[in-house]
């Protein structure tokens, strides 16, 4: 998917095959409002925060003090407890405002947006707890322990459906930042690719400043592309095209061609627009908590910290996947004795089917599944491997219809169950809940020197491939997300991968 680009209008052909400059007059952006997008946008948050504020004080005042108190009499106290509701739920919406909880940059992608709101939540009680404590005001527990979790909860819940409602938009192009790509033609064409991945992250490149003379491709109007978005100017012009086509965001990428001292004169010239500036370092695949900017003698040098898979975290990574594993034993059990019975009863064969895969640092083991193939679908192996590799892949062997599943099994492979045996393989310490694709050898004996890098921590039951995409992905996008979660791995980030693990499987997507 390419970043969406404006249409250009006629620019008379040169007969040169070279990369130049657009003429200014002859293409066409039409340029609207800066972000008007993040206004409208905004104002839905404002009065969905307002509802939620108040539902909650509301809620809580009736709760503690009973309907009628919510009724205005002359009773002082009466008159005090519903003063101080209402300028609890100001003071709320006042700690969203200012903890940046609906800025553009943060809503509708990433964990920011849901970071800010329970910052700003826990912040403002803590204060009010406080305060309570030093001026003696005697406030009711229940502002504390009823109005902060069930407000708190509300809102989150609130900007999730509001988020799935602005993905539905920008897939359709709408709400998402005009922007404009500043660099040379590789650095251009890297962060292109990025943003192509990502386009719920609300990023519509309108064009690029580049600098001219490269070689390059023109479209049937001789206007000069870079991966199909239009070359709307030069390195030396790059705020006047931004104001000229209505970007909201300029974005820098990482080139000596546009060195510290433009980019601080870019800066200035910006300052006096709406426009925002946005530098893409050289840095691909590593997640925002690894990376810090340090300011040393005025360079903001930025500090990468090194992935975390051994020591504490790794404990802390095992303990998290024996007590997952022996929970969901637990619950699933009457499963695992019904979709026993069902694979027995398809034939003769044995219920689990075990397979030498290979784990952390590089050590084999025997991983179990339940049954989904013909007892000697092994032996078929070589014969299919031969007549169709799965599309795309070069390792990876993975076939749609494949003729050795069973009807049972297909069943068990479209919402993974046949998987959850593996969950013994979790409790022995050959697998994690989360992590890479578990192997085969002859997968690994042709593994590259990135590839490699996946036997650096137990593989997963599922993991990031599993939730994008499935057996739909190719050969390097497997690898390439496997690697990102070696280097990048969290806690957090492997509850977040279950949950998403647990909507895929409902929906059976990529399965087969």
Not at 403 to 426: A, C, I, K, W
């Amino acid at each position: 998917m390419q970043p969406a680009a404006a249409a250009p209008a006629r620019v008379r052909p040169s007969g040169r095959s070279t990369l130049r400059r657009a003429p200014r007059a002859r293409v066409s952006v039409d340029p609207p409002p800066a972000r008007p997008w993040a206004a409208r946008y905004g104002r839905r948050l404002i009065l969905t925060d307002i509802l939620v504020t108040a539902w909650a004080a509301i809620g809580t005042h009736t709760v503690q003090f009973g309907a009628a108190s919510t009724r205005v009499s002359r009773d002082p106290d009466s008159t005090v407890y519903i003063s101080l509701t209402i300028a609890l739920s100001v003071l709320w919406l006042v700690a969203l405002h200012l903890g940046g909880t609906r800025e553009a940059s943060v809503v509708g992608h990433g964990p920011d947006e849901y970071k800010r709101i329970v910052r700003s939540t826990i912040v403002l009680f803590g204060l009010v707890a406080i305060a309570s404590y030093v001026f003696a005001l005697h406030l009711p527990r229940a502002y504390v322990l009823v109005m902060m979790p069930a407000g708190l909860v509300a809102l989150l819940a609130s900007r999730f459906i509001w988020r799935r409602w602005l993905h539905g938009r920008r897939m359709h192009g709408e709400y998402s930042s005009r922007v404009l790509v500043v660099g040379n033609v590789r650095t251009i064409r890297e962060l292109l690719a990025d943003l192509a991945r990502a386009p719920l992250a609300g990023y519509r490149v309108i064009g690029v400043c580049t600098v001219p003379g490269a070689d390059g491709p023109v479209d049937a109007a001789g206007v000069p592309l870079v991966d199909g978005v239009p070359v709307l100017g030069g390195l030396d012009e790059v705020a006047a095209v931004a104001e000229r086509y209505g970007a909201d965001t300029v974005a820098v990428t990482s080139t000596a061609a546009f060195g510290p001292s433009r980019v601080r004169a870019l800066g200035w010239e910006l300052e006096k627009t709406s426009i925002d500036l946005v530098l893409a370092p050289a840095l691909t695949s590593i997640a925002g908590p690894r990376v810090h900017t340090k300011p040393v003698a005025g360079l903001p040098l930025i500090h990468v910290d090194r992935p975390t898979y051994r020591g504490a975290n790794r404990l802390l990574k095992r303990v998290f996947d024996i007590v997952g594993a022996s929970v969901l034993l637990a619950l699933l059990t009457p499963v695992f004795v019904g979709l026993g019975l069902a694979v027995k009863l398809t034939d003769r064969g044995s219920v689990f089917f075990r397979q030498q895969r290979v784990g952390l640092n590089g050590r084999s083991f025997k991983m179990i599944k339940f049954r989904s193939m013909v007892p000697n679908a092994e032996a078929l192996l070589p014969q299919l491997m031969l007549a169709e590799r799965d599309a795309g892949n070069t390792v990876l062997f993975k076939q749609k219809n494949d003729p050795r599943v069973t009807r049972v099994g297909r069943m068990l492979r479209r919402f993974s169950l046949d998987e959850l045996p593996q969950l013994f393989n979790v409790l022995k310490g050959d697998m994690s809940l989360v992590g890479p694709r578990p192997p085969l050898a002859a997968e690994v004996d042709g593994y590259g020197e990135e590839a490699k890098l996946r036997l650096l921590v137990r593989p997963g039951m599922t993991g990031l491939w599993q939730v994008s995409g499935r057996s739909d992905l190719s050969w390097e996008d497997t690898v390439r997300l496997d690697v990102y979660y070696v280097e990048n791995w969290s806690i957090t980030g492997d509850l977040l991968i279950l949950w998403k693990t647990a909507k895929a499987v409902a929906a059976a997507s990529g399965a087969y």
